[in-house]
C-alpha cells in the first residue's frame, strides 16, 4: 500500500508540473521526441515531459523600433532616418521553425530595406510622399517576412534629421518662397485695381459731370479736416458752367 501511495502521488505531481496554461492571445508549439506534433490554443492543457516540449508564441501585434541609420538620397544628401515597425505573428508553427529568432530577423531586414528604399529617393520626395514611401517599405520587410508566419502591418518614418548647412538651406528656400508669393499676391492687386479704375476712367469718359461730382466729393471729405486752404481745380468752374448749361437745355421747354 505504501508503494502504491507513493506512486499515485507520483503521478499526481507528474501531471501538475505537467499542467500548462495558455493565455487567450498565445499559442503553444508542440514538439514530441523533437518533431513537430502541433499547435495547442489558449486555455489548460498537458505536455508530457521530457519527451513533449511547448514553445509559447505571442500572437500579438509588436511595436520594433528600427534604430537612426545614415541615409544618403538620390540627391546625394546625408540624414539621419529612425522608424518604427509593428508586426504581428499569423503562422506559430512557421514563426518556431522557419526562424531562430522572429524579432531579430525582421529588425535586421527592416533596417536594410529602409536604407535600400530611401536611398532611392530624393530629399523632396522623401518630404513630401512619406505615406508612399512608407507602404514601400512594409510592402518589401512584408514580402521578407510571410516565410516566417508573420506579417507586417505597417512601417512609419517618425523622425528625419537633416545637417545643419541643409536646414539652413531649406530655411531660405522657405523664405524665398513666401517673398514670392507676396510679391504674386501683390501684383494681382495691382492688376485687379488697374482694371478697375480702366472701367472708372470709361465710366467717367462717357459722364464729364462725373468727374466734377468725384472733385467735390473730395473738397467735402478734405473740408472736414478744418484746413483754412481749399484748392479749386483750374477746370472747375469751366465745368460747372457746362454743368449748368446742360441742365438748363434739359429743363427747357421743347
Known amino acids: 500500500m505504501g508503494f502504491i501511495s507513493v506512486l499515485v502521488i507520483l503521478i499526481v505531481l507528474y501531471v501538475i508540473v505537467s499542467l500548462r496554461v495558455l493565455r487567450q492571445y498565445e499559442r503553444g ?32 501585434t509588436v511595436t520594433m523600433q528600427i534604430p537612426s541609420q545614415k541615409i544618403i538620397t538620390r540627391d546625394n544628401v546625408s540624414i539621419d532616418i529612425a522608424a518604427v515597425a509593428y508586426y504581428h505573428i ?27 528604399v530611401v536611398g532611392r529617393f530624393s530629399l523632396d520626395q522623401l518630404l513630401s510622399d512619406t505615406a508612399s514611401i512608407n507602404d514601400q517599405i512594409k510592402n518589401v520587410i ?14 512609419e518614418i517618425k523622425d528625419i534629421t537633416l545637417p545643419d548647412n541643409m536646414q539652413r538651406a531649406m530655411a531660405k528656400e522657405a523664405e524665398a518662397e513666401r517673398e514670392r508669393r507676396a510679391k504674386i ?37 478734405i473740408s472736414v479736416e478744418k484746413n483754412s ?24 421747354p421743347k
Open 142 to 155: 512584408d514580402t521578407h517576412t510571410e516565410p516566417w508566419g508573420t506579417q507586417v502591418t505597417a512601417v
Open 185 to 221: 499676391v501683390a501684383a494681382e492687386g495691382e492688376y485687379q485695381a488697374a482694371v478697375k479704375l480702366g472701367e472708372a476712367a470709361d465710366i467717367i469718359t462717357q459722364h464729364p459731370v462725373a468727374l466734377q461730382l468725384r472733385t467735390l466729393q473730395t473738397m467735402a471729405e
Open 90 to 116: 499569423t503562422d506559430p508553427e512557421k514563426a518556431v521553425i522557419a526562424i531562430e529568432n522572429v524579432y531579430n530577423a525582421i529588425n535586421q531586414i527592416s533596417q536594410t530595406t529602409v536604407r535600400n
Open 29 to 60: 508549439v508542440v514538439f514530441l521526441l523533437g518533431k513537430f506534433a502541433g499547435v495547442r490554443g489558449p486555455g489548460l492543457t498537458l505536455i508530457f515531459v521530457p519527451i513533449q516540449q511547448m514553445v509559447r508564441v505571442s500572437l500579438r
Open 229 to 252: 486752404t481749399i484748392i479749386f481745380p483750374a477746370q472747375f468752374m469751366t465745368t460747372v458752367q457746362e454743368a449748368i448749361a446742360l441742365l438748363s437745355r434739359d429743363s427747357s
